[in-house]
């Protein structure tokens, strides 16, 4: 059974920063694409950040120059650094994975369970 198990959230004030982790943790073969999601209070869940399979790296404009994506291949996680925070940073964040579970080249979508951000002003 594959988990991902984020951690880092927290309370912030506006202009802090905040380090986010997440693991990937049970039996599988590989991990392709992995990202950032998040989802403030009445709002669609949207795309962050990724970083893929190839080590390249995209972001939404909104976090551009603010927050840097990252992974450990060897630890099966992806972090996501963020700087000079905003209170409309606020939202529960979510890591996504692309998760090869075995040697057959299908890949399967998993998520966190989600950590939460609070900037204050």
């Known amino acids: 059974q594959v988990q991902l198990v984020e951690s880092g959230g927290g309370l912030v004030q506006a202009g802090g920063s905040l380090r986010l982790s997440c693991e990937a943790s049970g039996s599988f073969f590989g991990i392709a694409d992995r990202g950032w999601y998040r989802q403030a209070p009445g709002k669609q869940r949207e795309w962050v950040a990724s970083i893929h399979r190839d080590g390249t790296t995209n972001y939404a404009d909104i976090v551009k120059g603010r927050f840097t994506i990252s992974r450990d291949n060897a630890k099966n996680t992806v972090y996501m650094q963020m700087n000079s925070l905003k209170p409309e940073d606020t939202a529960v964040y979510y890591c996504?994975?692309?998760?090869?579970?075995?040697?057959?080249?299908?890949?399967?979508?998993?998520w966190g369970q989600g950590t939460q951000v609070t900037v204050s002003s």
């Open positions: 996504n994975m692309e998760i090869r579970l075995t040697s057959t080249y299908v890949f399967f979508n998993y």
